[in-house]
T-cell receptor, first 115, second 111 residues
Framework: ETGVTQTPRHLVMGMTNKKSLKCEQH?????MYWYKQSAKKPLELMFV???????ENNSVPSRFSPECPNSSHLFLHLHTLQPEDSALYLC??????????????FGPGTRLTVT | QKEVEQDPGPLSVPEGAIVSLNCTYS??????FMWYRQYSRKGPELLMY????GNKEDGRFTAQVDKSSKYISLFIRDSQPSDSATYLC???????????FGTGTRLKVLA
């Protein structure tokens, strides 16, 4: 595997379920991101980790819980979601947070549907 | 006023045409400018990454930044049906990891 991978690619869950999204980057990067992409809206930054330390929690509801056990893996734990949380969830990584090597590379996304 | 404005399209062109995709922005502190291509049901793919003003060319793609007008463009020469996708612009200030994205322009290249 190369680049940034995400599993599962599709997920349907009820509002009372608990599920987790997984992201893995094979680029040797130090920073990882979770974004939410909804139709006709710009990408929304949710969480940012740098060297496994969370540096951003962009006013995201507590029903979304991130976890970064090491610099290659990122999880998004989901519980008691709402239908409006249905969206494409994208993981990204970058070599550094800022500076000349901060371009972000995205994974294919997880299409989440909350019923 | 949105920080980054991008015409949603769709923009339909015949194969072989030169395509111009544009974004305007309001924050004069932006110094990094990116273009991503996103195929249906896929994640965004980084096409171009530029710093400050000027042009950058990569194959059939040219990115242009005009900071005086707060306007960036992506030109695609000899467009192909495989270029049909949504194109997202993104920008950031120096010293920050926050990218501000446009809503994307949907491009259709007709064979």
């Amino acid at each position: 595997e190369t680049g940034v991978t995400q599993t599962p690619r599709h997920l349907v869950m009820g509002m009372t379920n608990k599920k987790s999204l997984k992201c893995e980057q094979h680029l040797g990067h130090n920073a990882m991101y979770w974004y939410k992409q909804s139709a006709k809206k710009p990408l929304e930054l949710m969480f940012v980790y740098s060297l496994e330390e969370r540096v951003e929690n962009n006013s995201v509801p507590s029903r979304f819980s991130p976890e970064c056990p090491n610099s290659s893996h990122l999880f998004l734990h989901l519980h008691t979601l709402q239908p409006e949380d249905s969206a494409l969830y994208l993981c990204a990584s970058s070599q550094d947070l800022t500076g000349e090597s901060h371009e972000q590379y995205f994974g294919p996304g997880t299409r989440l549907t909350v019923t | 006023q949105k920080e980054v404005e991008q015409d949603p399209g769709p923009l339909s062109v015949p194969e072989g045409a030169i395509v111009s995709l544009n974004c305007t922005y309001s924050n004069s502190a932006f110094q990094y400018f990116m273009w991503y291509r996103q195929y249906s049901r896929k994640g965004p793919e980084l096409l171009m990454y530029t710093y400050s003003s000027g042009n950058k060319e990569d194959g059939r793609f040219t990115a242009q930044v005009d900071k005086s007008s707060k306007y960036i463009s992506l030109f695609i020469r000899d467009s192909q049906p495989s270029d049909s996708a949504t194109y997202l612009c993104a920008m950031s200030e120096p010293g920050t990891y926050k990218y501000i994205f446009g809503t994307g322009t949907r491009l259709k290249v007709l064979a």
